[in-house]
């Protein structure tokens, strides 16, 4: 390919370090994609021959079918890398025209292409993934509405709030995930063809031609930033990153709450491992796994961004690292995004005991605290009138609701009647009505305001899947 100016061959060490196709051939639909554009391109401007640029678009559609057929380009093939690859087996195909291919193009913004259109595809392909776990958290929410469960701060039990609110609050923020996913999308949705190297090109190219055929929105309007942007790159890491410590944050709650200790929760068989020794043991395999990503894919995200912040403009060789730490993330962001969707989905919790961990620790005291103020108290006063009571009950081993009538009164006047009827934790759910508050009702209502989205959100990735690629990248189309 550019042995032209060479003595001898490199050594192998050197060639196995630096080549990079056993990692990129995965993104060999890309490369052929964008190639058939860059070919008829330059068939409509006559930088090549017209037979030629047609030769070309059918050999490539010909390799890209035979290679879906065979799952991709073989890996004992000796390339240097995926482009070098491609065409290397369209000359080998078609002869002569096949080396016509290259002109007008090098690999700096031939790669870019490649990999902004493989970050589109698989930012779509991830939404669609946050989008079926998000579909999971609001039919959950909608039938947990009722479940009063234990509501943690500091891994203390503080005040009851229901389930449905608590998988409410995931949907919030793997709804925002989405939105991260979707911008990582329109950062990548920028086409470089046409920098070549470095500097632009004197023939007569049309970029607009070849960005529109290839679904890009944009064309790059700097030919050096063209070819060393990655900030793509850095924009679809930093959303996985997110993403994956959303996972992994919940991930932890399941593990704790399905601890025997606890038994709030338990994973369905097919989504929980057994221990080799101990046959009783049931283990939170998945939950545990998705925790452990998330600190390999925060690193990766970091790792990509320390390794681009030394690249002097434009391209280096540097940035072909660019596919590892994005293809690894890929697999792993995807694998427990779908490992943790079904581990929720056949969760089965354990409503009685959620509502007896929900009472422990006095966690309805705020009740008669608000009681109080209702009557005037100011609430520093009615604080420290409960926490004599709460002191009172821990005295004796008894629950607040256990106290005599008399306790309540000795602490403050107003404490008579009915006011420990206040403590029960249905009661105490029921009155959270606040926008954004914890009350069933609430909670109904939020759930089907989540499915009002996400039916918008769904319809809106689908679209985007349909314009934004090119028919034969569709998520659909595409290989597995
Ligand atoms: N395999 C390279 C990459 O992934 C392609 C571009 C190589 N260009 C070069 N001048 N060495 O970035």
Redesign the pocket.
């Known amino acids: 390919m550019w042995g032209g100016r060479f003595d001898k061959p490199p050594a192998d060490v050197a060639r196995a370090f630096t080549r990079?196709f056993p990692v990129?051939r995965r993104m060999y639909r890309e490369d052929i994609v964008a190639s058939r554009a860059h070919a008829a391109m330059l068939g409509r401007q006559e930088i090549i021959p017209v037979g030629s640029a047609n030769a070309l678009v059918d050999a490539l559609d010909a390799l890209l079918t035979d290679l879906d057929q065979t799952g991709g380009p073989p890996l004992t093939a000796d390339d240097?890398?995926v482009?070098s690859y491609v065409e290397r087996e369209l000359t080998a195909r078609i002869g002569d025209d096949g080396r016509r291919l290259h002109v007008a193009r090098?690999?700096?913004d031939?790669?870019a292409t490649d990999f902004r259109l493989y970050c589109k595809g698989f930012c779509l392909r991830l939404a669609t993934a946050v989008l079926d776990l998000l579909g999971v958290l609001a039919q959950r929410a909608d039938e947990e509405a009722e479940t009063v469960a234990p509501g943690f701060t500091h891994l203390q039990v503080a005040q009851p709030v229901t389930l449905g609110h608590y998988f409410l609050a995931l949907f919030e923020m793997h709804r925002r995930d989405v939105d991260n996913i979707l911008y990582a999308y329109t950062v990548s949705d920028v086409c470089p063809l046409g920098a070549g190297?470095l500097a632009g090109l004197a023939f007569d190219i049309d970029r607009d031609y070849v960005a529109e055929e290839l679904c890009f929105s944009q064309v790059a309007r700097n030919s050096l930033d063209a070819v060393s942007d990655r900030d793509f790159v850095s924009a679809v890491l930093q959303a996985c990153a997110t993403l994956s410590g959303h996972l992994s944050r919940w991930a932890e709650d399941l593990v704790i709450w399905a601890s025997p200790g606890f038994g709030l929760v338990r994973f369905d068989d097919a989504f929980a491992t057994g221990s080799s020794m101990l046959p009783q043991k049931l283990n939170p395999d998945v939950a545990e796994l998705t925790r452990a990503k998330a600190g390999a894919i925060a690193g990766a995200a970091v790792g990509w961004q320390a390794t681009l912040k030394g690249v002097p403009l434009s391209?280096a060789?540097d940035?072909?690292e660019?596919?590892r730490s994005l293809f690894r993330v890929e697999d792993d962001v995807v694998a427990a995004l779908r490992a943790l969707t079904g581990a929720l989905r056949t969760l089965t919790v354990n409503r009685e005991r959620m509502a007896e961990v929900a009472s422990l620790g006095h966690s309805t005291a705020i009740e008669i605290a608000d009681y109080l103020t209702e009557r005037g108290v100011p609430f520093r006063d009615a604080h420290a009138a409960v926490g004599r009571l709460v002191r009172l009950a821990e005295d004796r081993g008894v629950e607040l609701a256990d106290l005599e009538e008399a306790d309540f009164v000795e602490a403050d006047e107003r404490l008579s009647g009915d006011v420990r009827d206040r403590l029960e934790l249905q009661r105490a759910v029921a009155r959270r009505t606040s926008l954004g508050g914890t009350a069933p009702a609430r909670v109904r209502e939020e759930a089907a305001r989540a499915n009002r989205w996400l039916r918008w959100q769904r319809d809106h990735v689908q679209d985007l899947t349909g314009r934004g690629l090119p028919l034969a990248l569709r998520p659909s189309a595409s290989a597995p």
Do not use: G, P, T
Request: aromatic fraction near 6%; avoid cysteine; glycine fraction near 0%.
């Open positions: 990079s990129d240097e890398d482009h090098s690999r700096n031939q790669v190297a391209y060789l940035m072909q660019d596919k």
